[in-house]
C-alpha cells in the first residue's frame, strides 16, 4: 500500500457564533488542505496509469469541485445559530455564503471535507488522512484510523 498527497488551498471566511475568543468576529484564512489517499499502485503496462495508486489530477477533479470550488473566496455561517440571519444579510447584498450544518471550525471542516470525499473515490482508493491548516500555525487532522 502506498500513500500520496495532494495539496489544495483556498481563501475563506469564517464566524464562530458564541465563541469566547477573537474568532467571534468574521475573518479569514488562506486554508491549506493536505488530502492523503492509499491504494496499491496499478501494475499493468498496457494501462496509461500504470505506476500510480490514483493520478493527482483525478485527486483534483474531487477536491476542487467539492470543497475548493464551493468554499473558496465565500464565507462560512453556521446556519444552525442565529448566524444564520446575518447570512441572509450578506447575500442579499451579493457576498458568497455558504450555510453550514456545524460550527465551521477547523475540526467540523475536516469532517465535512472526509464525507465529501470518501464517497467520490475510486473503487480500491481510500481517504487515509486529511491535514488543513488554518493558519501557518494552528491545523486539525482527520485520520481514517480514528474514524472507522
Ligand atoms: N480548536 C479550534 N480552536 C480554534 C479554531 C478552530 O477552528 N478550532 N479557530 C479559531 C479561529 O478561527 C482563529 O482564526 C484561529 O485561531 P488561532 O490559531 O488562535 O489564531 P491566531 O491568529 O492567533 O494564529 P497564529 O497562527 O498563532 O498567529 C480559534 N480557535
Not at 502506498?2 to 483556498?10: D, E, H, L, N, P
Request: proline share 4%; with cysteine; hydrophobic share 35%.
Amino acid at each position: 500500500m502506498i500513500r500520496i498527497t495532494k495539496i489544495f488551498t483556498f481563501e475563506t471566511a469564517h464566524v464562530l457564533y458564541n465563541y469566547d475568543g477573537k474568532c467571534k468576529n468574521m475573518h479569514g484564512h488562506s486554508y491549506k488542505l493536505f488530502v492523503t489517499v492509499k491504494g496499491k499502485p496499478v501494475n499493468d503496462l498496457e494501462n496509461p496509469k500504470n505506476g500510480m495508486v490514483v493520478d493527482f489530477g483525478d485527486i483534483k477533479s474531487i477536491v476542487k469541485p467539492e470543497i475548493v470550488d464551493v468554499w473558496d473566496h465565500a464565507v462560512l455561517i453556521n446556519g444552525l445559530s442565529p448566524h444564520r440571519q446575518l447570512g441572509e444579510s450578506l447575500e442579499s447584498q451579493g457576498h458568497k455564503v455558504i450555510y453550514c450544518n456545524f460550527q465551521p471550525t477547523c475540526e467540523n471542516m475536516l469532517y465535512a471535507i472526509a464525507a465529501k470525499i470518501k464517497s467520490k473515490l475510486p473503487e480500491g482508493i481510500s481517504l487515509a488522512y486529511l491535514k488543513l491548516h488554518e493558519t501557518e500555525n494552528s491545523y486539525g487532522e482527520w485520520l481514517a484510523e480514528d474514524n472507522q
